[in-house]
């Protein structure tokens, strides 16, 4: 079985600052990880993923995640917060092979302010 | 390429009632998952469909049911509504069933169970 968990539910950065959401996850399979991101009123989409090779994944926007197996954890960082980065972000994990389905976390509300 | 649409976009039932929600995926998608998305609980998984087999299923009650149509489209259903119902309902498409698949999400169908 997987699982994430996402620390802090709302996170507050200045425009221009760092952005870093946390998450950990549990799985007892090498796993596939993911972060999407969901806007007002929309659905999520894919910030990006990882499968295999390389651990450092960069995505759209701007992000990147790290894989650490050793930590077991899948940070999203951004070095420049900008405005139009306010949204809701979503860890998620799945099992690597199979029908394996995919497994979110609660959410992190990151808010940037002006 | 149309997006994965879902209808309605909203509804509002009583408790006791049923509902259908409808997900029509991207052009070429043969796999559709849903997920019901709640404030603090995240997404969590209902069941996936592929080529109109169920290939997963979620931890929720017999009441959720849903169904794969041979042009993809689906169709979920809930029966004998209770208020814990209310949420947002969200449809993903991929191309294949599989870990690794990109997952496309509709905008949602907000269910208010009164």
């Known amino acids: 079985a997987q699982s994430v968990t996402q620390l802090g539910s709302h996170v507050s950065v200045s425009e221009g600052a760092l952005v870093l959401l946390r998450c950990n996850y549990s799985s007892s399979v090498p796993p596939y990880l993911f972060w999407y991101v969901q806007y007002p009123n929309q659905g999520l989409q894919l910030l990006l993923k990882?499968?295999?090779?390389?651990?450092l994944v960069k995505g759209i926007n701007g992000f990147e995640a790290e894989f650490k197996k050793s930590e077991t954890s899948f940070h999203l960082t951004k070095p420049s917060a900008h405005m139009s980065d306010a949204a809701e972000y979503f860890c998620a994990v799945s099992g690597s092979g199979g029908y394996q389905k995919v497994t979110f976390g609660t959410g992190t509300k990151l808010q940037v302010i002006p | 390429k149309a997006g994965v649409t879902q209808t309605p976009r909203y509804l509002i039932k009583t408790r006791g009632q049923q509902v259908t929600l409808s997900c029509s995926p991207i052009s070429g998608h043969r796999s559709v998952s849903w997920y019901q998305q709640t404030p603090g609980q995240g997404l969590q998984f209902l069941f996936e469909y592929f080529s109109e087999t169920q290939r997963n299923k979620g931890n929720f009650p017999g009441r959720f049911s849903g169904r794969q149509f041979s042009n993809s489209r689906s169709e979920m259903n809930v029966s004998t509504l209770e208020l814990g119902d209310s949420a947002l309902y969200l449809c993903a498409s991929s191309l294949e069933v599989g870990a690794r698949e990109k997952l496309f999400f509709g905008s949602g169908t907000q269910l208010s169970v009164l």
């Open positions: 990882y499968t295999t090779g390389a651990t």
